[in-house]
């Protein structure tokens, strides 16, 4: 049993065929009990009357809350475990939402679709920045991810709740997920997808979004793995002493070695805040980490 969750915003042109695909998506599945949620975020168009028409159920806000806060609200309200997540504008193959459920009953946390093809690298400004997030949300989880904030994903509704609290209300949702559920042991498959020319307009902000997501990957720093910062904090101020004994050393002047002297100290003293703040994240986690299912 699936509960296929779609948040929808401004999507009148496209909501409609979405819903359609997707109950072929069930059909093939062979589950009557599955379900289509959408979460309409406000719209100013025709996006529920639409939805509604088409035989999903349509959640509603009063006010636009946010693509996570969509997905926690559809989420919240499927009556079924499994959940499969998903965009309306098109952009995302849902014929690969089978063969994603297959992988998840595998045993895996959690399946994600790894988009790729000339319509997701786009233009060299978003190909730069998705890379830079890429490399950043790889060195706080300590692993490889295919797809940071793919929005084509399958997991188990019981489960990505005991997260909510940690998960992104906006843009940042699915790499809220990514890192949440790496970074507490849980098994992530990344399975290859195309991925689609959008019908409508992008409703992300390129900039915006970014520095919302720069801000989210620090925090879930300081949450999971904080002696992480400390230890980039650390050997900043190490690399700053080395530097200032050689100048020390080469140009004979005493300001540079009590600077490179003074920098191992502050360089120590900043990786033990970093063994405190683990210790202090271990008691805290201690009662509140999901296990395993």
Request: net charge positive.
């Amino acid at each position: 049993m699936i509960s296929i969750v779609i948040p929808a915003y401004n999507e009148e042109d496209v909501i409609a065929d979405t819903i359609e695909r997707c109950k072929k998506v069930l059909q093939e599945i062979g589950d009557e009990h599955s379900e289509v949620i959408i979460v309409d975020d406000c719209s100013t168009d025709r996006t529920r009357e639409y939805a509604e028409q088409a035989g999903a159920i349509v959640l509603s806000h009063p006010h636009n809350a946010g693509y996570g806060r969509s997905l926690k609200d559809g989420i919240t309200a499927a009556k079924n475990d499994t959940i499969a997540i998903t965009d309306a504008d098109g952009t995302y193959p849902l014929e690969s939402i089978p063969t994603l459920f297959l992988e998840y009953k595998k045993g895996f946390d959690m399946v994600v679709g790894a988009r790729q093809g000339k319509n997701y690298d786009e233009s060299v400004k978003k190909k730069v920045l998705r890379l830079i997030l890429k490399n950043l949300v790889q060195f706080t989880a300590g692993r490889k991810i295919e797809d940071i904030n793919s929005g084509l994903r399958v997991f188990s509704r019981a489960t990505i709740m005991l997260y909510f609290d940690t998960l992104c209300d906006t843009f940042s949702f699915t790499t809220s997920a990514t890192l949440a559920y790496m970074m507490t042991g849980k098994f992530v498959k990344y399975i290859p997808i195309s991925y689609l020319k959008r019908v409508g307009h992008s409703k992300v902000k390129l900039f915006k979004d970014t520095l919302r997501t720069l801000q989210y990957i620090t925090e879930a720093i300081l949450y999971y793995n904080p002696i992480k910062i400390f230890l980039v904090l650390s050997g900043m101020v190490l690399a700053f002493g080395v530097l200032n004994f050689g100048i020390a050393f080469f140009l004979h002047l005493n300001v540079g070695f009590w600077l490179g002297i003074s920098s191992i100290v502050l360089s120590i003293f900043i990786f033990s805040l970093g063994l405190i703040a683990v210790l202090l994240k271990q008691i805290l986690m201690t009662n509140k980490t999901p296990k395993n299912r």
